[in-house]
């Protein structure tokens, strides 16, 4: 049943694309069976132990850094290297636009800010900006801390499976940032069934049938959207209110407008929904693979944790007997930071970065026509051992010097980079802070293999059993 729908959508697909457009006769690669293209055996290496990457690895190795395929439905230029990011990612205004698929344009809705393009663009990473920034932040700071230290104290004796706390950890924190939700009760516990359907119906065949994913993430995100409604109405009422990024949010969208500018920078109800889902959904799956991550990284490099316990034993010893971690302890840990940016290497979570071209360039000698999809292979560049000598140690000391421009894209680079990298970087610090001040663990079993999920994730989840040091 399963290939059947897969088939279906496929000869939709390739009879609305019918020919192979002529332009890329000339870039090497092959484009499969006719109709289907290699979707087959894209499918089988997503869903194979190592992931998607042996996919691009494979057909690297036969046709060099730049390689053409049809895969589910679209003709797809792959291509690798720090030439091909710097152009990709910081190419002039308009020239790439995000390529997202149709399941994850549909839930997310048309004013996401995945799907704008140019000065709309700009103007709501604008918007963002400032609660997510450094400063902005502060003020979950409390929140965060005491989140961490009651998750690890349910820890010791148990399994504990990382990437089920990692997730539940996260969706807390940025439920409370964006919404003052509380971390228990009747509202989180709907809110996380609804966003897991969401989250879900990203990687599914696009059939809004019901009893489908994608039909069920629909029905969920509409759920999400009446329950961020009745919220905005109790604020907007003054029934209730609270200092949270809905509410700076808000603040901006009912702003009296004078001039022109005023103007530009309002939110529709429709941007602010589809806005915050945006967030929802970007910042959860990342933040819980990343903190997997190093988890496992570090319990497989006693080296390494070692050296980041002794930066946090140093802080707590450094801090007057009874007091807790500060927000200006928290903003210098340098060898955590780099013990970050390592995982993000070695892990990468996200292993392309998609592109759609709005209009033809050249790229490495190549034409690419307006409409194509062009991925940047970011495992390679995260590999190479030009940049990172024995790419498969994993060592925060590459981190001491700085980088060369486009040689680690953990959170990527130019008008698209993460808006939320203080976030996620402020999640993981604290959480590590408790983690490895106060306990010690041992991992269940030794597998290295990784879900077939969009954001790459430990597939056994990283089972630990935890003790206090
Ligand atoms: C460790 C955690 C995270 C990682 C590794 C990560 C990684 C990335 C990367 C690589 C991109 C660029 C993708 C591209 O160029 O195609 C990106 C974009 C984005 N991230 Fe993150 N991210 C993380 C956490 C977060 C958080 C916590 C949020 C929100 C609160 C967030 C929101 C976004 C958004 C909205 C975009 C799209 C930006 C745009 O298109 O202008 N991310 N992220």
Redesign the pocket.
């Known amino acids: 049943m399963a290939l059947l729908s897969i088939l279906a959508v496929l000869v939709f697909y390739v009879f609305h694309f019918w020919a192979t457009p002529k332009a890329m006769e000339v870039i090497p690669g092959s484009l499969g069976w006719p109709v289907v293209g290699e979707s087959f055996s894209f499918l089988s290496e997503f869903s194979s132990s190592s992931g998607i990457y042996n996919f691009m690895h494979r057909r690297q190795e036969r046709y060099g850094k730049v390689f053409k395929t049809l895969v589910l439905g679209r003709f797809t230029v792959f291509m690798t290297g720090r030439d091909a990011a710097k152009i990709l ?1 910081t190419g002039k205004d308009g020239m790439v636009s ?1 390529n997202l698929f149709y399941t994850g344009k549909q839930v997310l809705g048309p004013t996401s ?2 799907q704008a393009t140019g000065e709309v ?1 700009k103007r709501l ?1 604008r918007l ?1 900006a400032e609660p ?1 920034s450094i400063d902005g932040l502060k003020k979950y700071f409390q929140f965060i801390n005491t989140l961490a230290i009651e998750t690890l104290e349910q820890w010791p004796g148990r399994t504990v499976f990382i990437l089920e706390e990692a997730s539940t950890f996260t969706l807390k924190v ?1 439920g409370h940032m964006i919404m003052s939700l509380e971390p228990t009760g009747e509202e989180q516990e709907k809110f996380r069934a609804n966003f897991k359907l969401i989250s879900s119906s990203f990687a599914s065949l696009p059939f809004k049938i019901p009893g489908t994913a994608f039909h069920r993430g629909i029905k969920a995100r509409d759920r999400m959207y009446a329950m961020l409604d009745s919220i905005i109405s109790r604020r907007r009422n003054g029934d209730e209110f609270q200092q949270d990024f809905l509410e700076s949010l808000i603040m901006k969208h009912s702003k009296l407008t004078s001039g022109k500018e005023d103007n530009e920078d309002k939110l529709t109800d429709a941007q602010l929904k589809d806005n915050i889902l ?2 929802l959904v ?3 799956d ?2 819980t ?2 903190l997997t991550w190093l988890i496992k990284f570090l319990g497989e490099n006693p080296a390494v944790l070692e050296q980041l316990r002794d930066e946090h034993l140093q802080i707590q010893a450094n801090r007057r007997s009874g007091t807790n971690l500060t927000w200006n302890e928290v903003n210098n840990m340098p060898y955590t930071a780099k013990v ?1 940016s390592e995982t ?1 290497r070695r892990a990468t ?2 292993p392309w ?3 759609k071209a709005a209009q033809d360039f050249e790229i490495d000698g190549y034409k690419i026509k307006k409409g194509w999809s062009v991925n940047l292979d ?1 495992v390679s560049i995260h590999h190479d051992p030009e940049s990172f000598p024995d790419p498969e140690k994993f060592d925060p000391s590459r981190f001491d010097a700085p980088l060369k421009p486009f040689r680690f ?13 203080n ?3 402020l ?2 610090s604290i959480f590590i802070h408790h983690l490895v001040c106060t306990y010690k663990w041992r991992a269940l079993e030794k597998d290295d293999s990784v879900q077939p999920t969009l954001v790459r994730m430990p597939r056994n989840k990283y089972p630990i059993v935890v003790e206090k040091l």
């Open positions: 990612l995000l800010l995945l663009h990473r963002i997510l940025i945006t967030l970007a910042g959860h990342t933040t693979a990343a970050i993000l979570i996200l970065f998609s592109r970011v894209l953990g959170f990527g680079s130019g008008p698209r980079m993460c808006p939320g990298i976030l996620a970087k999640e993981i």
